[in-house]
């Protein structure tokens, strides 16, 4: 018979088997150990907090099943060791250029979201630019152009904004640029995010003045 305990993991809450917990306790022990002190590093520990939530829930798929063992396993082998982030830096530099290296070499799953970070509507078109690669541009230029042709494309757009959903995570943001969801790639995209917030406060600081 094996204890079971009931934690919360960035807001949602899981039953754990005792020995699971353990394991996944110092696993997080691990990544605020390596992240702390550095800039933006509350904030990259409460990124992967969310993703190791999201994971945990979709392997018990909403229902009320106890997290063994195997699961957080499972999870840590996906979000790699901070210790693998290190593997590639420079001794001599301070910076973080090599530490979105891919942990191995199985190709990422892509999927479609709404992007609303670089939206004008809702965000479909800036999704199926991440999605396809391409500049969201042009994928705009083709649903103005469809406007004009067809007036049915206004509804095709609201169907699709209807049916994709919105990248609300890290993790949504990655899956929809086909970028591996794991330690090193999420510490690059919320630094990029901070980068960018501290770009746009200045911007205003300076017409401000």
């Known amino acids: 018979m094996k204890k079971t305990l009931t934690v919360n993991i960035s807001g949602v809450v899981f039953h754990i088997d005792e020995d699971a917990y353990i394991v996944l ?118 649903f103005v152009l469809f406007l004009f042709l067809y007036a049915s494309s206004i509804l095709v757009y609201i169907v699709l904004w209807i049916v994709i959903p919105r990248a609300r995570t890290t993790a949504d943001r990655l899956s929809m640029r086909g970028e591996k969801v794991n330690l090193s790639s999420i510490e690059k995209s919320i630094r990029e995010d901070l980068e960018d917030i501290k770009k746009n406060l200045e911007d205003l600081s300076k017409k401000a003045e």
């Open 25 to 142: 306790s110092r696993y997080l022990e691990r990544i605020t150990k390596h992240f702390r002190g550095e800039e933006g590093g509350d904030e990259i520990i409460s990124g992967i907090e969310n993703r190791i939530a999201e994971m945990l829930r979709e392997k018990k798929k909403g229902q009320l099943q106890v997290v063994s063992i195997e699961d957080v396993k499972e999870v840590i082998a996906q979000l790699g060791e901070p210790a693998q982030m290190s593997e590639g830096e420079e001794s001599n530099s301070g910076n973080r250029k090599n530490k979105d290296r891919d942990m191995d070499d199985e190709p990422a799953s892509k999927q479609l979201f709404r992007d609303p970070d670089n939206k004008y509507i809702g965000g479909v078109c800036a999704g199926l630019g991440a999605y396809f690669h391409i500049d969201p541009t042009w994928v705009r230029l083709v």
